[in-house]
């Protein structure tokens, strides 16, 4: 079968170089170029990396990126994985979707737009069918957006409970990595030993987009889920891994048993499709006192490829009527460059890439 | 006047050493001793330094550590201040009731005595009669406990919302400071770029706690709130200061303005007395975006003797019914040795002492 | 006596704000205004907050900052303060040295011009008189520089054990505390759980400041020493605070006790004069096995203004013809704004202002 | 072939830990049993895990440790490789070699036994020989030491310079990672945002184990370099790699272009004889300006098997007759385990396992 050609959009940055990482050797895409701004035309990955615990081939390293070029990327791609910036992607992404190619995006931009599927695969699956109302969709262009990083890890868990027991209420506190805020991102000064209480428009974010995520899809349109949800957000001193406290009021009553059951035994339409990048337990529950732990779960998940792509979950406790946990996953794998290629994968499986 | 004599119980530990940086010249006591495990017989104090903040006096370097030995304390001194571990605290401070001593203790073992106060006093003075109710008393003796250091900076802003508009619900997730867990306390291997979403039988003690301190006192009993309270603990790698996220619900509603206003200008007994160490604003409400933060605002508290001593709180948002904050204070000052002080110059001013 | 008006310019930067601090009350100098790039104008410094150990007061706190404007300050201002960036102190200083202003300057542009003193009062309070050489001298306008803070450090104890024994050779590692490089200065992806071997052109200036400073005054003239020096730098997670590791030879030999003993004793030109910022013990020798450490000892100096004034040295042992120690000092304060402020008090002393 | 069965000793620990990664499928080794102290006796791997970056296998997990028993030992295991702590390490050592157990250690204890070779392949591997002078040879007991952490990264890169161009004299001043010192080893209190300038016999241990290391075999007997060697040890806030600056003297002249070429092009026994941990460049030169860090660098080494196997160098630089550069390496893989695990293959394909 012939590789997907693709383009990674913002390959200075920490999204846009676990976009390189991911793709290196991926059994559905190939890329075809690399592209970040003017300022870095010309200069080479390894000049620029970001990222700690990845160790890019040769080839990747050596890779030249270029000025973005709309029409250079719409001649030779038919994919764009998008780690840009919002304060440029939101145009840059609309005209390559006019220009006829699938964007996969981080950006917030286009999330809450009506015809933009805000994408979670195990989640919320069927909403990709609202592309189809996009107008660029008839000459192959569209977007999914995947959503932020601090919303996607929960969301898997709260789409379980959801279905299982009926979710009414969400009352989240992060505890936020600094590969979340990008490269240069959070000065050293800001952070050392300290904990900023405040990450700019996130808990508006993280309300909106888990309504949307959660709702449902009737006749084309999605629905906005009503479950009432309240985020304070933070940012620490980790590198990767957001980790967030969740206390949760359900319709029905479980036990913990049935709560973990249900979340250690899901599987979504990626592990049913089997799509590279879809890890076997999309959640792993921990039954150790004291985990899930940023600097030990982070990258959970199997196989190689789905590293950094399972939410985890732990300490999972009842009191009264509310269910009390944490859960950690991987901003900028699961909650960034692994979402969009988790995306990619589902599109080109029904058939639209 | 002449000045109190006080001991120093744990004063090889993070507590004990703050106690002894309070009571460099305190104006009602004065030190007669330094008492620790064994191990640490005949040790000056520069030689088990825990404190990165301040400079000690020379004299106080230079002061000698003794084993604890219950019959000299009760000789020298009219006070013993603990910051003794719990796993030996219980007994030891006992004994010392028992012989005649008042016992302003760090430690959990009689926190939730019937008839022992658990001691804030911004939040419940009228508490501290309780202490009549111990054996011990008419010889002198008595323990007074302050709360766990997670319980006492929140405490502060949840009485006064409380008996301004109605306290229902109170739901928190801590971001703790490794000076918590005393010294050596946490390795780094554990904390370092890491966070740890447990601490054991915190959330417990808050929980129980917090229902005590907000309690009301009938009859020269205690009963307890019946606010509804769930808790998240984590420990972060920050050295001091303990920030929480909290989402409350209270049965009146309130504009962002009034909340912010009654705390701002709460004042409790300690104020009114003017003790030592009562700082001028005991919640001091900060209106930029991203505070308090520790880094920044652990200190916060005037006069120099208060410094440590106010909650600091930000972030103040409303989200239909419920109040979203963030509280920060000082986890071995306030929620530690100065919160024990402060009990102290509250119990002398009652003329107990 | 009346105060001497001094303006700080940067003063939203790390050394910027440090002179505020040192400036509150001080009794040479008055604040005549802030000074920073056009971007900041009208702001208040409370919105530009980056030092995290000191409580402004609140007149400082509501100070208005302002854009550069020579005329401005050479109107109001005998004195400026410069903690500006080497990219445009350079032309700013000399327009204002022109104008008939004494500027004490942090900022690399001036500090090897043969008619400018690197100074530091107790090592080469004599450099002091290059001063006279510069074209502006005969209207009271001159330039000052203090030395970069990783050589400030080190020279207190260089240039003594030079005097005492014969310094020939100088070989430093650094290990430099983020402060250093001001605000935003070093991303925290860069440096959590991180070590930068690199610091762009550190290690030149250090060896050719220390060749200066340890340089002789012969006929108004600096002539620089001739010591071996050897330097490898680095960057480290600690706020403030450069610590460095020494290896050094000497022409004439010494035991371990000398050698402590002539820094402990050493007074300078500062002491004698008893200048505000004057620490009573320019080098401190810890004789603990640890120290010094950056978060115990920073903030050495006695009196209070001087906090943070001393060099701290410890760990000195002898191997063959070898001495090896670690030496300490705050590069905010010492090799920053509290070095400038002490040059600007013995030029004082001197009648110069 | 059928593989050589092993024990591991301190399986609790760091070390011990490392072991059981790298012989997760070794081609040579197969694991026969994990033993640590009797306190742990009983748990299972998962219990008590220390390592951050490495997903064990479900298997490993699942693995029981027993109490240290010799007679077991010496029945099931050829070989035993020992991450014991140096207060017992010692004895267990020799009896497992008078039991006729192949021991390949970490501890310091017979590091400097004339008849224990001090083994890094690359640098001496003639030195395995004097094994044979060992009492309990004969019966195929025997004990072979790796070096100290700081001491093996930079043994490296000096053992090629002295071949190449003979070195007259080292100064090293190390930023020491704290897995370095083990679980639970340096108290988060101690290190976090600071810098320790000591690790207890550290720098003895480095001056007298890189003479032994860069010593010559003559007749069966090493003899130690005379290397002039000059250390400061200190303790940085970093979870794996040692990074080191060194500044080194050579009896002949070379440009940079040389000092990296011959380091580039190294190979050493273990290279020829592609043993599985060798990695295909022992020392791996970089060119940038900032490099190495521990947070890139820490896993260099190729193939996968031999992650964490190679020096880094970075920041060759000449100043009039000396070389500055850094270096950084593992501590806990080359430094550690790794280093072991090199040995014991080293030692297999003389044929004496």
């Not at 991911?22 to 620029?48: M, W």
């Amino acid at each position: 079968m012939k590789k997907i050609s693709v383009a990674i959009l913002g390959a200075t940055g920490m999204i846009g170089q676990r976009f390189v990482q991911l793709l290196e050797d991926h059994p559905y895409f190939e890329l075809s170029g690399l592209y970040a701004s003017e300022r870095s035309d010309g200069k080479q990955l390894h000049e620029t990396l970001k990222i700690r615990d990845h160790q890019f081939t040769e080839d990747s390293l050596n890779m030249r990126i270029s000025a973005i070029n709309i029409e250079e990327i719409a001649h030779t791609s038919r994919v764009a994985f998008s780690g840009l910036p919002s304060d440029i992607a939101g145009n840059i992404e609309t005209e390559l979707a006019n220009a006829g190619v699938a964007v996969f995006s981080n950006a917030s931009n286009h999330r809450m737009n009506d015809d933009v599927p805000l994408l979670i695969p195990e989640c919320n699956a069927d909403h990709l069918d609202v592309v189809k109302e996009q107008g660029s969709f008839a000459n192959g262009g569209f977007i999914v957006t995947n959503a932020n990083c601090s919303t996607t890890g929960i969301a898997l868990p709260l789409k379980v409970l959801d279905n299982a027991f009926g979710l009414e209420q969400v009352i989240a506190s992060t505890y936020q990595a600094i590969s979340g805020a990008g490269y240069p991102g959070v000065p050293s000064l800001d952070i050392l030993g300290n904990i900023v209480p405040y990450i700019k428009g996130e808990e508006e974010k993280m309300e909106s987009e888990l309504a949307k995520i959660l709702g449902s899809l009737d006749n084309g349109k999605i629905t906005n889920s009503n479950i009432q949800t309240m985020v304070n957000c933070a940012r620490v001193p980790v590198v990767d891994g957001h980790l967030e406290s969740l206390i949760l009021r359900t319709s029905r009553d479980a036990s913990v048993e049935e709560i973990e059951e249900v979340m250690e035994e899901f599987r979504g339409e990626p592990q049913e499709l089997q799509l590279p990048s879809a890890p076997l337990h999309p959640i792993i529950v921990r039954h150790e006192a004291d985990r899930p732990q940023p600097a030990l779960d982070v990258l959970a998940g199997e196989p190689a490829r789905a590293r950094g792509m399972s939410a985890v979950v732990g300490r999972v406790r009842k009191k009264e009527n509310y269910i009390k946990m944490f859960v950690l996953s991987h901003n900028t794998l699961r909650g960034g460059a692994g979402g969009s290629v988790l995306n990619a994968e589902l599109t080109a499986s029904r058939g639209l890439l």
